[in-house]
């Protein structure tokens, strides 16, 4: 009938069940961030002056693994590698609620 013995499928989903996932060691060590939206912090005039003007961007999105400092030198996947020039963390915009912070409807 080409079936599986139901009791080697109870045996296989156990084994699957109890298995111990270990945390990958590259992605606590390495900071990586997933970027929602940038922008180019260029001056226009520059940019008009010489098209082939450095340009300054700005990236926003959230940071994972291990923190990122000034200078770090970071990979833009299809762009290339660049230094960091400055790093500035900003308030969460929907933080968790906290049991400190309970708040009615009249509020």
Known sequence: MNRYPKREVHNLARFISVMKFHPLS???TH???LVDRFEDVTPPERVHMNIKYNRNVTLYGYLRGCYLKKGT???IAGVG???L???TSLA???PLPSAAKKKGLRD
């Open 26 to 28: 590259w992605r606590v």
């Open 31 to 33: 900071p990586y961030m």
């Open 73 to 75: 030198k970071v990979h």
């Open 81 to 83: 590698d660049y230094n």
């Open 85 to 87: 020039a400055g790093i």
């Open 92 to 94: 969460d915009p929907c």
